[in-house]
């Protein structure tokens, strides 16, 4: 009896073991050099430093993350005088359907960790696009590489 209940326990630990690593596994870590671009305009007169492939702002290598999605916007968004909100955002594209907020772990540039749980969050059409109230503290600092972490599902 002694042994069966000792080899129950074991198979138990496997398991449990088993089904933590692959919970481990699920989450990618990619890290990127963003050369800091910027660019200023729009009706709130607002400053956009970090990487905005649209845009043609700064630069990000390598765009593409694990899984095969691509960076598109890793940004402070800063409106010195006042009347719209101050941001920082992170666009992916490439899903072919909505992945969630969650799908986003962490961001981490220049020292600042934001989560995707803290995010504001949307999507459209291919692109996920998180927001944050702080900044990377990119602005003033063009032509500066910083790395950057993208951990996500």
């Known amino acids: 009896m002694g042994l ?25 870590s990619d890290t990127g050099t963003l050369l800091v671009g910027a660019t200023s305009g729009g009706a709130c007169h607002q400053i956009l430093s970090g990487f905005d492939s649209p845009l043609s702002v700064g630069s990000y290598s390598p765009t593409g993350l694990t899984g095969g999605k691509t960076v598109t916007v890793v940004v402070d968004s800063l409106f010195p005088f006042g009347g719209c909100s101050n941001f920082s955002g992170l ?51 063009s032509g500066t590489n910083y790395s950057c972490t993208i951990v996500h599902s």
Not at 114 to 141: I, Q, R
């Open 4 to 28: 069966r209940s000792a080899f129950r326990s074991l198979l138990m630990l496997a398991v449990v073991a088993s089904a933590a690593s692959s919970q481990l596994a699920l989450a990618a």
């Open 91 to 141: 666009n992916v594209s490439g899903f072919s359907s909505d992945p969630g907020k969650s799908w986003l772990t962490s961001i981490t540039c220049n020292g600042v960790t934001d989560s995707g749980s803290s995010a504001s969050y949307g999507y459209s059409g291919g692109l996920a696009s998180w927001t944050w109230s702080t900044l990377f503290g990119f602005t003033g600092h």
